[in-house]
Each structure stands twice: as C-alpha cells, then as structure tokens.
Nanobody, 124 residues
Framework: QVQLVESGGGSVESGESLRLSCVASGGTDSRYCLGWFRQVPGKEREGVAHIDYVRSTTYADSVKGRFTISRDSAKNTLYLEMNSLKPEETAIYSC??????????????????WGRGTQVTVSS
C-alpha cells in the first residue's frame, strides 16, 4: 500500500520561501510519476509541478522560475522548493504518485495515490 505524507507547510509573508516534503512509502523506483498539486476551497485542484522516472520536470506557467520539484530516491522523498511566494498561492498543497505503468501526465487523473496535504498561507 502506497502512502504519501506531506510536511513543510506554514505561514509566510509575500516574497518568502518554503520547502515542502512528501515522504512516500510502498512505492518503487520503476516508472514513477510524481507531482504537486494545490487547491483552494471552492476551486479545482491545480497541478503545480511534476517529475517522472527520467527526471523530466513540468511546471505550471504561474510558477516557472520560482518553484523547483526534485526527488531524493535514497530517502523516497519528493520536494517542492517555493520561492517568491505570492498571497494568491495560499492553498493546501498535496503530493501525488503513480508507479509502474503508462506515460506520465499532469492532470489529477494521471495519479493513483494522494497525500492529505499541507497548508501554505502567504500573507501580503
């Protein structure tokens, strides 16, 4: 059974940085697809950043140049480094995963497993 547990959220001011972590248990290094999403109550979940088993990365246009997704395979941990945060990026951030099949995508339907999320609050 795959479990994903996020940490690292918190409250920061506009322009500051945070690093989110997502520890994965039960997954594999084979053909993995990993991603970060965020959601504000009343709005659809939005894909933020994605990384696949060949280390290709994809970012939402709104975060390009400010956010960096990475994975430490030895620690089975996915990271999201977020710089120059904006108030409108206040949301619950969740990590997602899929293992062992298919081509990685960026939509919520491309993932099989989800963490519960961690709150990020950016004040102006």
């Amino acid at each position: 059974q795959v479990q994903l547990v996020e940490s690292g959220g918190g409250s920061v001011e506009s322009g500051e940085s945070l690093r989110l972590s997502c520890v994965a248990s039960g997954g594999t290094d084979s053909r993995y697809c990993l991603g970060w999403f965020r959601q504000v109550p009343g709005k659809e979940r939005e894909g933020v950043a994605h990384i696949d088993y060949v280390r290709s990365t994809t970012y939402a246009d709104s975060v390009k140049g400010r956010f960096t997704i990475s994975r430490d395979s030895a620690k089975n941990t996915l990271y999201l480094e977020m710089n120059s945060l904006k108030p409108e990026e206040t949301a619950i951030y969740s990590c997602a995963a899929r293992y062992g099949r298919g081509i990685c995508g960026t939509s919520i339907y491309s993932y099989d497993y989800w963490g519960r999320g961690t709150q990020v609050t950016v004040s102006s």
